[in-house]
């Protein structure tokens, strides 16, 4: 969201308080937040509130600004208009074309998406009107969020509760966020694999699949059609195909299977290079003494997706190192001939397995390279992302030069 602009509307509902989260998240998230309150959204919340926390002071007015024409200045210097929450009123008025404040007369003013997250009682939801209105909104493209079901103001329970303020944020990432891997296909392998001693042991690894996971959610959120092979199915993102895999071999199965219809195959897996020759029918014994355990190689599932590398097709490795990184992801690089590869420091602080923060660097086969400071998984998986978009484009014009 970087430097996005967002108008932030704030209409006159006990659900108003939540927008103030709304407003930290996306300022947190480096959206610059302008925010517009109606006259019954000041009756619920101070404007001060979010001034403090918001890019630049809450407008209220049509009127009282030194610029004469804030609507227009807002509604066209914004990237997209969000209104959380939306009153039954204001869908009303956006639907009928009214402007008659300074917030519909900014939603009439510009060209930018816009958002609307309903919240109000249950019965005034469900009515014929406001979801003819709803309807019709939509048609014109705008974006909703619909309200959730639980306890609204009163006591009562029902529909109508505005969108929890980390969905809402989701879908402004969503709808701000380049549709540049449409029409892709992308396969993602992430976790550790673990490979059975005895039906209760396993040789595993530290990785949590989060940068996985996080690579896979944002392919699909720019437009991949996504497989996501992983070790730890229960965390998987929405919008992405899972397949669930727990050993090297399976991996190496799904991953032989799927990778010769895919457009982008990224190996963030921390796959095993070694598993046990034999695995013992019933569990080891103390008793029987300490196990000699054989080990045999597993297949280099990269190395060989690499050697077989369909033309057009880009292929992303990592690598977890603890010393001499440069050097050993520039020897991965070449050895098992991918793209791209993501070298991650493993052993430095907050980056790595199970952290929430990586900080990697990104080499290219040409040699060249680029760092990523340490940020969130989300952030490094669409930096990565961002070089196999470049990388694409590059070759697509070298192939038709
Ligand atoms: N990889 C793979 N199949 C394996 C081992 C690794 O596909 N059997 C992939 C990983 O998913 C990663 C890359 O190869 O994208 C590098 O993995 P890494 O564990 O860093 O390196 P290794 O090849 O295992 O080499 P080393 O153990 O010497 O560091």
């Known amino acids: 969201m970087d430097g996005s602009r967002i108008v932030l ?11 103030v989260e709304v407003c930290r998240r996306l300022v947190d998230a480096g959206a610059h937040v302008a925010p517009v309150m109606t006259e019954g959204a000041s009756r619920f919340i101070g404007e001060t509130t979010l001034s403090a926390l918001a890019s630049e002071p809450v407008q209220t007015s049509l009127w009282d600004e030194a610029s004469p024409i804030p609507h227009t200045r807002l509604g066209q210097g914004a990237d997209l208009v969000v209104v959380a929450p939306a009153t039954a009123r204001l869908l009303a008025d956006y639907a009928a074309g009214r402007s008659h404040d300074l917030l519909t007369a900014t939603l009439l003013a510009t060209r930018a998406p816009v958002l609307v997250c309903p919240a109000m009682h249950t019965e005034m939801w469900e009515h014929p009107a406001v979801q003819v209105n709803l309807a019709t909104l939509r048609a014109r493209g705008v974006h909703v969020v ?33 549709a540049d891997l449409a029409g892709l296909s992308v396969v993602v392998t992430a976790g550790g694999t673990r490979e059975p001693i005895d ?11 989060k940068q996985g996971h996080a690579l896979a959610a944002a392919a699909a959120r720019r437009g ?20 669930a895999v727990d050993t090297a071999d399976e991996m190496h199965a799904a991953v032989a299977e799927l990778a010769p219809a895919a457009d982008v195959v990224v190996m963030a897996a921390a796959v095993a290079d070694f598993k046990p020759v034999a695995v013992a029918g019933d569990k080891l014994k103390k008793a029987d003494g300490v196990p000699e355990i054989r080990l045999e190689p597993t297949v280099d599932i990269l190395a060989e997706l690499g050697a077989g590398k369909a033309p057009g097709q880009t292929l992303v490795g990592f690598a977890a190192e603890t010393a001499d990184v440069a050097a050993n992801a520039q020897k991965k690089l070449v050895a098992k001939r991918v793209d791209l590869l993501v070298a991650n420091d493993v052993s430095a ?35 990565v992302l961002d070089s196999v978009v470049a990388h694409r484009l590059q070759s697509s014009g070298s192939s038709k030069s």
Not at 148 to 175: F, T
Not at 362 to 381: M, N, Q, T
């Open 9 to 19: 509307g704030v209409t006159g509902g006990i659900a108003a308080y939540k927008a």
């Open 146 to 178: 619909e309200p959730e079901a639980g306890r609204l103001a009163g006591g009562d329970v029902g529909h109508g509760r505005l969108a929890d303020p980390a969905a809402i944020v989701a879908a402004v990432a969503a709808i701000l966020t380049p």
């Open 199 to 209: 039906p209760v042991r396993f040789i595993g690894n530290r990785s949590s699949g």
């Open 224 to 243: 991949a059609a996504v497989t996501l092979v992983t070790t730890v199915p229960g965390t998987a993102p929405a919008g992405v195909a899972v397949r």
């Open 349 to 383: 602080p907050e980056a790595g397995f199970e952290h929430d923060t990586n900080a990697v660097v990104i080499y290219r086969a040409d040699g060249s390279f680029l760092e990523v400071p340490l940020a969130s998984k989300g952030e490094v998986a669409d930096a």
